[in-house]
């Protein structure tokens, strides 16, 4: 199966930075961190699950449009690890940040494209 394992949340003011991380780890699933689509949704309690940065296995991009120039995902191979840099946070940011990964081709923001999911870091602004 695969594991992803969520870091780096924490509580920062508005307009503030925070680095989050997920560490991606497979045991005889045959999983390829190279060749999966990744991404960082958000939710906040009571509410829907919504897709904030997802990066495809080409390192071609999509982000929620109010994160667009704010956030940035990134991934790195030799680590299987994956991140988003948040710059400029705003309240409306805070929620629990849980990371995916699906086999899609194409980077997508599609809750029912992802079938692995972390357990998730929490960020208050």
């Known amino acids: 199966h695969v594991q992803l394992v969520e870091s780096g949340g924490a509580s920062v003011q508005a307009r503030g930075s925070l680095t989050l991380s997920c560490a991606a780890s497979e045991f005889h699933s045959g999983f390829v961190f190279s060749t999966w689509c990744m991404a960082w949704f958000r939710q906040v309690d009571g509410e829907k699950r919504e897709g904030v940065a997802a990066?495809?296995?080409?390192?071609?991009?999509r982000y929620l449009d109010s994160v667009e120039g704010r956030f940035t995902i990134s991934k790195d191979l030799a680590k299987n690890t994956l991140y988003l840099q948040m710059d400029t946070l705003q309240p409306e940011d805070t929620a629990m940040y849980i990371c995916?990964?699906?086999?899609?081709?194409?980077?997508?923001?599609?809750?029912?494209?992802?079938?692995?999911w972390g357990q998730g870091t929490q960020v208050t602004v």
């Open positions: 995916a990964a699906s086999r899609a081709r194409f980077a997508t923001l599609l809750r029912s494209r992802y079938d692995t």
């Open positions: 990066i495809d296995r080409d390192g071609s991009t």
